[in-house]
């Protein structure tokens, strides 16, 4: 089975960056996902690393090492409208469906 | 588009008795997911249908959770003789074939047991 940790809380200011981490204890994985919820939402893709190293999608970032079993998404320009909640999420070999950890609660202050 | 569309939004029910929850995916989408979300949690899998594969039950607590999905469109969750542990907003997802990491959620089923 898998095992993801994420902080439970990070509070950061409009326009600043932060940066989420992600580890994690599986055998064997695909890659690992990157979802934002807004409360009383659904959750959203944001991002999906296969392979070590950074991904870029406009202000967000990714980035996996599976030598350290670490991953993280990076957000910059924080914006208010950022404030959600924050989740990993692995699939596992053989498997289809996505193992999510408890999630990260951000939150932007002005 | 259309997204995932689930209903009811809430159902507040009492112990004991049975619910269904329904999902329509994404039309074109032929992998569909059930998740469970307790406050303040992460997501929990349930089950995943794929075409006309048999589904990946794994993730089903009790015998007291099943679901259908008819072809590769609308899907029920059936939970008989709720507990009050039941309680959770159940999520719906779907994708493409092969791109199980990007899932499409729809917006839950808050359900409250009494």
């Known amino acids: 089975g898998q095992s993801l940790e994420q902080p439970s809380e990070v509070t950061a200011v409009e326009g600043a960056i932060v940066q989420i981490n992600c580890t994690y204890q599986?055998?064997?994985?695909?890659?690992l996902s990157w979802y934002q919820q807004h409360d009383g939402g659904a959750p959203t893709f944001l991002s999906y690393n296969a392979l070590d190293g950074l991904e870029e999608t406009g202000r967000f970032s990714s980035f996996l090492s599976r030598s350290d079993s670490y991953g993280y998404l990076l957000l910059q320009e924080l914006q208010m409208k950022d404030s959600a909640s924050y989740f990993c999420?692995?699939?596992?070999?053989?498997?289809?469906?996505?193992?999510f950890g408890s999630g990260t609660r951000l939150q932007v202050q002005p | 588009g259309a997204g995932v569309s689930q209903s009811p939004s809430n159902k507040v029910t009492e112990k004991g008795k049975d619910v269904e929850l329904r999902c329509d995916p994404i039309s074109g989408h032929t992998a569909l997911y059930w998740y469970r979300q307790r406050l303040g949690q992460g997501l929990e899998f349930l089950i995943y249908f794929q075409g006309n594969s048999a589904p990946d039950k794994s993730g089903l607590p009790s015998d007291r959770f099943s679901a259908e999905r008819t072809g590769e469109s609308v899907s029920t969750l059936t939970i008989q003789r709720t507990q009050q542990e039941d309680s959770a907003v159940y999520l719906c997802?779907?994708?493409?074939?092969?791109?199980?990491?990007?899932?499409?959620f729809g917006p839950g089923t808050r359900l409250t047991v009494l």
């Open positions: 599986t055998s064997g994985f695909y890659g």
């Open positions: 997802a779907s994708s493409l074939q092969g791109t199980h990491n990007e899932q499409f």
């Open positions: 999420a692995v699939r596992d070999m053989g498997r289809r469906a996505l193992t």
